[in-house]
């Protein structure tokens, strides 16, 4: 019995299907990642991009080293200004492994950016599987990738030795036609189950039908359709360098905080 989350041969499997069409979450996740680049305003003359996705980032970064999201990274020590990691740590069996060896791979002051799914994405489908499940057959089986909280990313980004950690998101809603409409884009989108420990059998139709019934009563969009939600983190992160700004330490500061704000201090009761 294996310890690991995900099955990665699996995994690749599904990847290996998935069309143009459902990549639209990467091509969001490339808008992004160019706005970043542009608030940096520096230029990158050795980049890297970690990804299940190679040819679509390939398209997107021709000049970079493109590789895939495998547990050891094929990533040489300090040879890169900039490393990508793009929407494959929420498939990760050791998402801060695979941070330790991206920030490894940068020079002194190289950034990270790195581009995942959140514990939001497919929330109303979780919700509903589960409960359909459970009325129908008794049980629960894991169908949905466990995935991270932005609260505990930046906690994650200095766990792996990245200076001025920042994590953000951006929740997406996309309305679908039913359930097997979603299900039917997961799959070209490369994303469907590939947990170590999903159900191996064919899952019963009254499951899905049962979903479906509350899907379409819980979450339904004005439009009649059924909504889901798909979110964006984003971190970044660099390489600490000695010209990074430093935080002042504890009891440095010139002036009181009520000077500066113009109002009067008043102390706490007892």
């Not at 979450?25 to 990158?44: G, P, S, Y």
């Not at 766990?159 to 998101?169: H, Y």
Request: proline letters at 6%; charged letters at 20%; hydrophobic letters at 45%.
């Amino acid at each position: 019995m294996t310890n690991e989350i995900t099955d990665t041969r699996a995994l690749a499997l599904h990847r290996a299907r998935a069309t143009q069409s459902g990549l639209f979450l990467h091509e969001l996740a490339a808008d992004e990642v160019q706005d970043r680049l542009q608030m940096v305003n520096r230029t990158f003359t050795s980049k890297a991009v970690v990804t299940g996705f190679e040819a679509f980032w390939s398209g997107q970064f021709p000049e970079a080293q493109v590789l895939r999201d495998t547990d050891t990274l094929d990533l040489e020590p300090g040879a890169h200004d900039l490393v990508l990691h793009m929407l494959g740590l929420h498939w990760s069996n050791d998402p801060v492994g695979q941070l330790i060896q991206c920030r490894r791979a940068l020079r002194a002051d190289g950034l990270f950016i790195a581009a995942s799914l959140g514990g939001d994405t497919l929330q109303e489908l979780r919700r509903c599987l589960a409960e359909a499940e459970v009325a129908v057959t008794g049980g629960l089986s894991p169908r949905i990738a466990p995935m991270p909280e932005l609260r505990d990313l930046g906690g994650l980004l200095q766990r792996a030795g990245f200076a001025l950690p920042v994590a953000d998101t951006a929740v997406m809603t996309v309305e679908y036609r039913d359930i097997w409409h979603l299900m039917h884009d997961l799959r070209a989108m490369g994303e469907t189950n590939a947990l170590s420990t999903r159900l191996r059998t064919p899952t019963r139709r009254a499951v899905f039908d049962r979903a479906q019934a509350l899907y379409a009563k819980h979450f339904s969009a004005p439009s009649g359709r059924i909504a889901a939600s798909f979110e964006l983190q984003v971190l970044t992160g660099w390489a600490p360098d000695a010209s990074q700004p430093k935080p002042l330490r504890p009891g440095s500061a010139q002036q009181r905080l009520a000077d500066a704000l113009a109002t009067p201090e008043r102390p706490l009761p007892d």
